[in-house]
């Protein structure tokens, strides 16, 4: 057959090349490559193909051809004497055979992740395509078959072949479609539609930093003239497999499409119904035809179809016709603008669910309040009733408020979202209204309604005692109120008892028939229930705020003469940043493209304005972790008792030289404290000026110290980047000891000695030229240099050479020090060297502004030259406070003991790693110091930079933070706070390693 096909494709279409099979339902395919690149796909058809749609497909494929689609799809290659197709006698049997053009692109199915932006280019190209097909016409046009979703009845039988226990809903859907939908679809605008954009008919392709885009839809072979919603129903079919969150998947797409080619009201009516139609049809055709054939090719997406049914299943109608509606910017819900009407006109004659003398008494319970703070125990209920009571008494409110759209961390029960890491994704968006008072306190109806929902749920941190309520506009439309923390006992107004405005209808519960929660109200105001009864949620998740808000207004919007903004809590994050652009340094940086709203931090974890949560694998200022609480009270006892300057005699900074030199060497003996290290490392570099009477100063290739003017001097990674003006004459660079890129590699052995070599040859230079070196100030393991791990024996003769010489050794243990590497305090200690000054700074006060210059008493003794020195802040009270804790820390919770023990655990993981995925050129580190080099080549070592960057933005989606660092940007830096955990580590390594996975990296 294949010599057949090769003397067509030579004779009728001057074409030849390798022929390789394709996967295929019923026909056969093969891609053709060519000469000078060309492909092609050659299709021969099964031999019961209609003409007329080989005849069709070829018509529009032509059509399309001059509409300039952003979006690639095949074209027709016509034979030498300008046929679109031919008719050709293959194994005694006619066939079709005819030539397209090749699409390139990664399959839809096997590409990842499905990220928000794919599925917009997905919609969006969706609708671009259905726009220009508006104005196809062909005489052949109205063809029928089974993969129609209008003629989803010729396939109803089939259903008694599907699994049994999917066999039930998918009769509700086809019986549904017989009867209500059809009817309905048959008065929608009518075109040709693609009709199968699947994920294996979709195409996907990158740019060089991973972003994608849908790149090509090709197989027209099952078009049809059909309702044009039922393209987008199809296509959403198929993009909700496998997605977490299937209804946020299918709005995305909706939203997008709708952009180019506008959806209807009706349209959008039916669209969850004929995404689940041809879910339907889909398994009962696969499963029909998997009793007769034995072709993988017929179920390759029968199971998650299956899941995907049942999962559709789950969610009401309402629900996802308000989900599409909020996503083209229709009325969340027909009804939203008369209930709206109606309460803003009448709210003056409603009543107060609990009658307040005051309404002032506000409470902060968001992420940021400093009243709960960043301690969960502060979010525990026994502590938040505590820390609420006491709020009302020292303001004497009888009762307090909780506020509308506030994020909370309050909610840890396992029904607000993922179970497991906490940096999984979680419900945080309160929706209601609290009304903080005593048990036993009457509730009210505000207005006339009638009881729809009287329950108890008793679950940890849910409502306990719930009642809903069903309210009318003038016009009969009806809209609910929801009362929740209800006393027990108090629910004794059935379902469907009428109640009137003002009469009472419960009281509030105590803690332990209310979830465990403060007694208090939760009231909450909804426009439609959406299908969701009491299952309504009252939080929500942050990315989905917009459509439960929408649907779940403010409730004070029932109270008169009251602004309800002063009881929405919610963020408005573009305000602040504009607010930041316009108002700081324009050259003050921010991470991530959008950059993370931080509110609060507790430990080894960050938490943002919508109390989503962060595992910080990053940022190593918290040493001991973030706003680690005995440092936190050492910090507010100190300042609430002195906090002054260095003039007049303190313990404090006693106390804290004398803890602090007892973990250095004996040599290392007097301190000098500051404010940052920046400010430490400029006080270095003078005391070496001073004491050696020499100016110049030889740093390393990448190295970076600070942001003062002689710190920017004295660092490459500055002076050498963009804005910076080249080295100094009086600074001198030496190579960085890299023993994986650098000019010595760990493979030759004895690197360090060849590195520190240079250094001396460099000396010899400088000498030879009349220069003298003051001091070598170097990170002992560089950390923006690329997390370099210092060769053996490099710093010990490198010292030597410079002593000799007599010039200083200057240790910046900025990144380094405090336990950090685990198997030693400081990184000097690992080479077996002693400097002459240590600088210290970052985590030395665990994020309070504190560092130190340690050295010897001859160094002092020199710089005592008459000229006093003095620093307003170094060393004050509160930050020697600070600086004590973090010491009492470590010793008490063993993190140097931790970080080498997750240390070590990382770094076998990662080593694993390395050996499956190739992008891994190195793996370095010890303890919590830890770089992972990325390269597009294991022998070039080409630098894999936006891939590095890919994949910290990538970790963010993921709720991790990281990285990067390195002269060429591809080394991915972990040095999270000391604090981190097993669980921490076996979290990063899950999304890690499915991220290495992704088509990015691969």
């Not at 027709?76 to 390139?104: A, G, H, M």
């Amino acid at each position: 057959m294949l010599d057949q096909i090769q003397s067509i494709l030579k004779d009728q279409y001057h074409l030849q090349g390798l022929l390789t099979n394709l996967p295929g339902d019923e026909d056969l395919n093969f891609k053709l490559d060519g000469p000078d690149n060309q492909r092609f796909t050659v299709k021969l058809m099964r031999s019961s193909c209609p003409e007329d749609l080989i005849e069709l497909q070829t018509a529009v494929l032509k059509h399309l051809e001059p509409k300039g689609l952003e979006v690639q799809l095949p074209a027709v290659i016509d034979t030498s004497d300008k046929r679109p197709y031919l008719k050709v006698n293959i194994d005694q049997e006619e066939r079709i055979f005819w030539v397209l053009t090749w699409c390139p692109g990664n399959l839809y199915a096997h590409f990842h992740p499905k990220n928000e932006g794919l599925l917009h280019s997905f919609g969006q190209q969706l609708g671009l395509l259905t726009t220009a097909l508006q104005d196809f016409d062909h005489p052949k046009k109205h063809r029928l078959h089974r993969w129609a979703l209008s003629e989803a009845l010729e396939v109803k039988d089939f259903v008694q072949y599907i699994r049994e226990d999917i066999r039930p809903i998918a009769e509700g859907i086809f019986d549904r479609f017989e009867n209500i939908t059809l009817q309905k679809l048959n008065t929608l605008p009518h075109q040709i539609i693609h009709n199968d954009a699947n994920d294996y008919n979709v195409l996907v392709e990158q740019d060089d930093k991973g972003k994608a885009w849908i790149s090509g839809i090709f197989d027209f072979g099952d078009i049809a003239y059909q309702p044009a919603i039922c393209e987008l129903a199809i296509a959403i079919a198929y993009a909700i497999m496998d997605q977490p969150f299937p209804l946020r998947t299918a709005s995305k797409m909706v939203s997008s499409f709708h952009e180019v080619r506008p959806l209807s009201l009706t349209e959008i009516d039916l669209l969850l119904d004929l995404i689940k139609l041809r879910l339907a049809v889909s398994v009962a055709i696969s499963s029909q035809r998997q009793r007769s054939e034995n072709d993988p090719y017929i179920t390759i997406s029968q199971a998650p179809a299956l899941a995907a049914i049942q999962v559709l299943n789950d969610i009401p109608k309402a629900l996802a016709d308000a989900s599409f509606r909020q996503a083209c910017n229709f009325e969340i819900v027909p009804q939203a603008a008369e209930v709206m009407q109606f309460i803003r006109k009448h709210r003056a004659q409603f009543h107060l669910p609990i009658k307040l003398d005051s309404w002032e008494g506000i409470l902060d319970l968001s992420v940021g309040s400093l009243m709960l703070g960043a301690d969960p125990r502060g979010h525990q209920l026994d502590l938040l009733s505590q820390k609420i009571d006491q709020f009302s008494r020292d303001h004497n409110f009888a009762f307090t408020i909780g506020r509308y759209l506030e994020s909370r961390r309050l909610y840890a029960a396992a029904n607000f979202g993922a179970i497991g890491h906490p940096a999984l994704e979680k419900r945080t968006q309160h929706l209601g209204l609290d009304i903080f008072g005593p048990a036993g306190t009457p509730v009210h109806a505000p207005l006339d309604g009638k009881v729809i929902v009287n329950t108890i749920v008793d679950l940890p941190l849910d409502y306990g005692g719930l009642l809903v309520l069903e309210h009318q506009t003038n016009n009969g439309t009806p809209f609910y109120t929801l009362y929740g923390h209800l006393a027990h006992d108090s629910l004794k107004i059935a379902v469907g008892n009428q109640v009137i405005g003002g009469q009472q209808i419960a009281c509030l519960g105590a803690p332990h028939e209310n979830g465990g929660w403060p007694p208090h109200l939760h009231w909450q105001f909804m426009i439609d229930l959406v299908g969701l009864g009491k299952e309504f949620p009252g939080v929500a998740y942050a990315k989905e705020v917009e459509l439960w808000s929408a649907l779940s207004p403010n409730p004070m919007e029932l109270v008169d003469d009251i602004d309800p903004e002063q009881y929405n809590a919610r963020v408005d994050y573009d305000h602040i940043y504009r607010e930041r652009k316009e108002k700081l340094g324009y050259n003050l940086s921010l991470t991530y493209s959008k950059p993370l709203h931080i509110v609060a931090g507790f430990r080894q974890f960050l938490f943002d304005s919508h109390a989503n949560t962060y595992l910080d694998f990053y940022n190593n200022v918290p040493h001991v972790g973030h706003q680690h609480p005995t440092v936190v009270k050492a910090i507010q006892d100190q300042a609430a008792l002195l906090n002054t300057n260095t003039r007049y005699l303190h313990e404090n900074i006693l106390h804290y030289a004398e803890r602090l030199c007892a973990k250095l060497p004996d040599e290392l003996e007097i301190c000098y404290f500051v404010n940052s290290a920046s400010e430490a490392n400029e006080l270095a570099i003078r005391m070496a000026r001073v004491f050696t009477k020499r100016n110049d100063i030889m740093v390393v290739e990448a190295a970076y110290h600070g942001h003062t003017n002689t710190l920017i001097d004295i660092s490459p990674y500055k002076h050498d980047g963009p804005g910076g003006s080249g080295t100094p004459d009086w600074v001198h660079k030496v190579p960085i000891a890299d023993d994986y890129r650098g000019k010595f590699k760990r493979a030759q052995g004895n690197t360090g000695s060849h590195y520190a070599e240079e250094v001396a040859k460099q000396i010899n230079t400088l000498e030879s030229e009349g220069k003298q070196i003051a001091a070598f100030i170097a990170e002992t393991y560089p950390s923006v240099g690329g997390q370099i791990i210092t060769p053996p024996g490099y710093l010990k003769e490198v010292y030597q050479h410079l002593r000799a010489h007599g010039a200083l050794c200057i240790a910046d243990e900025v990144q380094t020090g405090f336990g950090r590497l685990g198997k030693s305090f400081w990184a000097f200690e690992t080479q077996d060297a002693i400097p002459d000054m240590i600088v210290l700074g970052k985590p030395i006060g665990n994020g309070f502004p504190l560092a130190a210059v340690v050295t010897t008493k001859a160094i002092a003794e020199a710089f005592h030259n008459g000229m006093e020195y003095f620093s307003t802040y170094g060393g004050n009270p509160v930050a020697c406070a600070a600086g004590l804790a973090v010491l009492d820390v470590i010793e008490a919770e063993q993190l140097q003991l931790n970080a080498q023990v997750r240390g070590a655990q990382i770094t076998s993981q990662l080593r694993e790693l390395q050996k499956q995925f190739p992008i891994i050129g190195d793996v370095r580190g010890e303890g919590l110091f830890l770089g992972i080099e990325l390269v597009k080549d294991q022998v070039t070592l080409e630098p894999a930079a936006a891939e590095a960057q890919y994949v910290i933005d990538r970790l963010k989606d993921h709720h991790i933070l990281a990285g990067t660092d390195g002269p060429l940007h591809n080394v991915i830096k972990i040095r999270p706070s000391m604090v981190i955990n097993e669980t921490d580590v076996e979290y990063f390594f899950t999304v890690f390693t499915k991220i290495l996975g992704e088509d990015f990296l691969r």
